[in-house]
């Protein structure tokens, strides 16, 4: 067993990690459609007040996302592991208790190391399931790479909220992939880690999660050795994926890392990203380490 995977095992967490291909930039503005305007609804695919914004699904596919346009492509496949015990966690209770179960965070150790690849990856591919509804929040007021995908104007996003100049209807945006909604970062703020530990997220977080029992909300998050912010948002969250860089991630950086994680009841996941690995001649695959003692 490897330093990383005593480190982990240490931290009591279930770790599989998958092979998965690193991505191209993409540098592609999305239309932007007039707001529509929208009364509060049960129904979820109702309840998002704000602007559509309209991607190019070619231009995401030939970056290495997963688009609905191809769902059964090698990373598709790929993320259809990683998916399905994240979901297994999220809705293993019928009935959520004080803590929703369904905030999740994706980070990694240093920069570089495809968490938002991974993130936006998992959104999409969560938002693919029959029933399930996807909020990506942009909280990497630093580099806030979701938002450069989605091509959303920093004046209005997260950090607006937490400072009460927005509403949630000025800045939730509607995708044309069916079932996901974006939340870009906002202006970078000078106190941006004192705005995600204040009682303002914690309430957003918490009401929007209680509110929406049945969406998915994933936020992408810094590093975890570049800012304070990352652990400050993961004592928020139900669950965590930690994305490795095959080759790149040095242990050290990656057991670092996860010890900054040690005051959190939750439970981790590690995504390998940048693997050669292979399952057959076609996919990668993952595989598992540690034990799961979180739930």
Request: hydrophobic share 40%.
């Amino acid at each position: 067993m490897s330093s990383i995977e005593k480190a982990m095992a240490q931290k009591k967490t279930s770790v599989p990690s998958f092979a998965l291909e690193p991505p191209s930039p993409l540098n592609h503005q999305p239309t932007h459609v007039k707001k529509h305007n929208l009364h509060h609804s049960d129904n979820p695919t109702e309840a998002f007040i704000g602007e559509r914004i309209d991607l190019n699904l070619d231009i995401l596919e030939q970056r290495g996302f997963i688009t609905p346009k191809n769902p059964k492509s090698r990373i598709a496949e790929e993320y259809r592991l990683i998916k399905r015990p994240i979901l297994k966690t999220i809705f293993k209770n019928e009935q959520f208790d004080d803590s929703p179960n369904n905030l999740l965070m994706v980070t990694s150790a240093l920069q570089g190391e495809g968490k938002t690849f991974t993130a936006v990856n998992l959104a999409i591919s969560i938002a693919m399931e029959y029933n399930h509804e996807v909020l990506l929040i942009d909280a990497d007021t630093i580099k806030p790479e979701t938002s450069k995908i989605f091509g959303i104007q920093k004046k209005h996003g997260l950090m607006e909220i937490l400072q009460g100049t927005a509403y949630e209807s000025d800045v939730i945006l509607n995708t044309n992939i069916p079932s996901l909604y974006v939340i870009g970062s906002g202006e970078n703020h000078p106190f941006a880690t004192e705005l995600l530990a204040s009682q303002q997220m914690l309430g957003f977080i918490t009401n929007i999660a209680k509110k929406h029992p049945h969406w998915v909300i994933i936020f992408d998050t810094p590093p975890l050795l570049m800012t304070t912010q990352s652990s400050v948002l993961a004592h928020f969250m139900s669950q965590i994926i930690f994305v490795i860089s095959a080759g790149n991630t040095l242990q050290t950086a990656a057991k670092e890392a996860v010890a900054m994680l040690d005051q959190t009841e939750q439970v981790v996941w590690a995504v390998m990203n940048k693997s050669q690995q292979s399952m057959g001649s076609s996919y990668s695959y993952g595989y598992g380490y540690g034990e799961n003692n979180s739930n």
